[in-house]
């Protein structure tokens, strides 16, 4: 799974993690690879190995200056390609360099994170093809924050349509709260459980369709995709914002979790407020880290009194009440055996499915074709509410076109 994980271009930082030219370095772990992330004098990212190829220094502590950032061990200095372009303390320096590497991985910033292909040079794609890499940057907002459990069962929740009336819903009239409004989520949404009238295969993994019946007597549909490896369109963050979920492996154990939000127009000033200071789109992190100051170390701060009176969980934000649910699904990778699907879990199967069919083709020398798949990849998520009376089919063959249109989310709240 590692290997075609190294078929896709993958966020591996912030942008803001490398500020500026010749920077601090940056530690990451992606893929159980520990690698060292910089940008040179020109402004170029760059991801080379953690540890130097002379006697394996860690180049952490490398000094990130001139075009290169060099070993303080004995000064070896590399460039973003990996080049040697500096060996000062051996005569044959001048020569030996030219046969010297770091391993280092081709890397470009774009929409606030710095991406990076890791996989087999003869075999790098193009940049997936988003809508939103390369909208002005008042049109993104992204945080990512850690989470110590396998990828999988974090992205699983992305497409478990029923759990959300469950989960993430309030009681009472509590979804009258200001910052529920604005995260979109309320018991008006989930008046009954949604569930999935249609799930196809596309040419970079699946659309699904869901439904809901909503307590207004009108009928939501809504639709979501999941791209291979670990792309998620998740759910409508608002009236033309658009969210995208992407949990990059650090190891099997953990993940890093990239929340993203998206517009066609700049993002309001009020939606920004809610997701850098309100405490309930994006969770809180411990100052200096990402790791979320509510966490599993003290139960997610869940307060009893809250989940008797208020919300349904008692768990204040909105990620973290899936989080909650994730990083301990016996234990940090789940043991499917124990589990019992039902009916409300065929998107779960059917992605399972298709990672292990594009596992097992890569094992037999059959590359995946999604990473090609150019404009497949510029789809949204989009949602038609409906009077309750509306033949399903009229319903769906007004909300397909929507799913590439890029004015459809202005009108997605309209019936
Ligand atoms: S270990 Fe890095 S230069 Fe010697
Ligand atoms: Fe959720």
Redesign the pocket.
């Given at each position: 799974m590692g290997e075609l994980f190294r078929r896709f271009w993958l966020p591996v930082a912030l942008a803001e993690e490398i500020p500026g030219p010749d920077c601090d370095p940056a530690r990451v772990r992606v893929l159980s690879e520990d690698l060292i992330l910089f940008r040179d004098t020109s402004g170029r990212p760059g991801l080379v190995d953690a540890y130097?190829p002379?006697?394996?220094?860690p180049m952490f502590f490398g000094r990130n200056e001139e075009a290169g950032l060099r070993?303080v061990?004995?000064?070896?200095k590399f460039d973003v390609s990996g080049a040697c372009i500096d060996l000062p303390?051996a005569p044959e320096g001048e020569t030996f360099k030219n046969k010297v590497t770091i391993s280092a991985y081709p890397c470009v910033e774009k929409a606030g994170m710095i991406w990076a292909y890791m996989g087999p040079k003869d075999k790098q794609p193009p940049l997936p093809g988003f809508e939103w890499l390369d909208l002005p940057a008042g049109n993104t907002y992204v945080k990512k924050f850690r989470l110590e459990c396998n990828y999988l069962q974090a992205m699983e929740g992305d497409y478990d349509a029923s759990h959300a009336s469950f989960l993430h819903s309030t009681l009472g009239d509590s979804n009258l709260n200001p910052a529920i409004q604005i995260g979109g989520i309320g018991n008006n949404f989930f008046d009954k459980m949604a569930h999935y009238v249609s799930v196809q295969e596309t040419p970079v993994g699946l659309t699904y369709i869901s439904t809901n019946q909503r307590a207004d007597g009108k009928t939501s549909y809504s639709a979501g995709h999941w791209m291979m490896p670990i792309f998620c369109t998740a759910g409508i963050a608002g009236p033309n914002i658009y969210s995208s979920n992407m949990r990059i492996p650090i190891d099997d154990n953990a993940l890093m979790f990239y929340r993203f939000r998206w517009s066609y127009d700049p993002i309001p000033e009020r939606e920004l407020q809610e997701y850098k200071w309100g405490g309930y789109v994006y969770p809180e992190l411990m100052p200096g880290t990402f790791v979320t100051t509510d966490n599993k170390a003290n139960d997610y701060n869940v307060d009893r009194v809250a989940q008797r009176n208020y919300s349904y969980t008692g768990i204040k934000t909105f990620p973290l009440q899936d989080i909650a649910m994730m990083e301990d699904q016996r234990g940090t990778v789940m043991d499917r055996t124990k589990e019992h699907l039902a009916s409300s879990d065929e998107l779960i199967i059917r992605v399972r499915r298709q990672l292990i069919r594009a596992a097992r083709n890569l094992m037999e020398g059959k590359e995946p074709s999604a990473p090609h798949a150019g404009k497949a990849w510029a789809i949204h998520t989009a949602r038609v509410i409906v009077p309750d009376t509306m033949p399903q089919a009229d319903a769906l063959a007004k909300l397909n076109p929507m799913i590439t249109d890029p004015t459809s989310m202005k009108v997605n709240f309209i019936s």
């Open positions: 130097c002379h006697r394996g220094a070993c061990y004995h000064g070896w303390n």
